[in-house]
């Protein structure tokens, strides 16, 4: 392949553009407002999902100590009627009289282990609503924190963006300075290897820091100027300079 020297010495300013757009887009990719949005993210939807569970904890544990109370309220209820009656002499009869009070013993008994029941459950119910303020604070917490890593990544982003932008305009400047074939070459070579053209400098390809042996070296001297040459060693495109030693 042939091309103008000065073609092929834009290679190099090309080659420099796209490794300034390679390490941008790595930076853009590997930011450590990224790693943090993602821990943030799960220790927020765990705290989260623990306040869901405590709050669902917290609404059964409230409707069974409505229905608890209202156990009680009926057993009192039906307590206190049996006592009234007792205590107004209606029943005369020692066996009548002798199940009434049984029945009076039973529903106190019974109502004061429906007490239990329901202290048991204000306990439970009262725990389950303190774990509900831990985990909605912690939640909350979390949330200010991520808002704040989702804007130092979004101000990041916009002046990586930009930076990205501005490269990219000179790229396209310096492709319409390089012959289609030339540039079609190099843009294969930089998918293979990353870089697709290097400067030989002091006798060195600077893509590979390979030091080009003599009879490599005479070979080059010999070759046209305006002659793509390939680094035997890594392929790239080699372009040659006043400092290339030659």
């Known amino acids: 392949m042939k091309a103008a020297p000065e073609?092929?010495?834009?290679?190099?300013?090309?080659?420099?553009?796209?490794s300034k757009l390679d390490r941008l887009a790595h930076r853009r990719r590997t930011l450590?407002?990224?790693a943090e949005i993602d821990e943030?993210?799960?220790?927020?939807?765990?705290?989260?999902?623990?306040?869901i569970e405590a709050e669902t904890e917290a609404g059964d544990l409230a409707r069974d100590q409505i229905k608890a109370e209202g156990d009680v309220d009926t057993v009192r209820t039906r307590a206190d009627r049996d006592q009234k009656r007792l205590d107004s002499g209606a029943v005369t009869s020692p066996r009548d009289l002798a199940g009434l009070q049984s029945e009076i013993v039973s529903l106190q008994r019974r109502q004061g282990d429906l007490e239990e029941?329901?202290?048991?459950?204000?306990?439970?119910?009262?725990?389950?609503?303190?774990?509900?303020r831990e985990f909605s604070a912690q939640r909350d917490e979390l949330a200010g924190g991520l808002s704040a890593a989702e804007a130092r990544r979004d101000a990041a982003f916009a002046e990586i963006d930009k930076e990205a932008g501005e490269l990219r305009e000179r790229r396209s400047?310096?492709?319409?300075?390089?012959?289609?074939d030339l540039?079609?070459?190099?843009?294969?070579?930089?998918d293979?290897?990353?870089?697709?053209?290097?400067?030989?400098?002091?006798?060195?390809?600077q893509g590979c820091k390979v030091a080009l042996s003599i009879a490599e070296m005479n070979r080059i001297k010999a070759a046209p100027h305006d002659e793509v040459l390939r680094c035997d060693e890594c392929r790239r495109i080699l372009v040659r300079?006043?400092?290339?030693?030659?």
């Open 192 to 205: 293979q290897y990353g870089v697709g053209a290097a400067m030989l400098h002091g006798g060195r390809c």
């Open 117 to 132: 029941v329901v202290l048991e459950i204000m306990e439970r119910r009262e725990a389950a609503d303190t774990r509900v």
């Open 241 to 246: 300079t006043p400092e290339s030693g030659i």
């Open 40 to 51: 943030q993210s799960k220790r927020f939807a765990r705290f989260a999902t623990q306040a």
């Open 7 to 18: 073609a092929q010495k834009r290679l190099l300013d090309l080659a420099e553009l796209d």
């Open 173 to 180: 400047a310096a492709v319409g300075e390089i012959p289609a």
């Open 32 to 34: 450590p407002e990224l």
């Open 183 to 190: 540039l079609a070459l190099y843009e294969k070579l930089k």
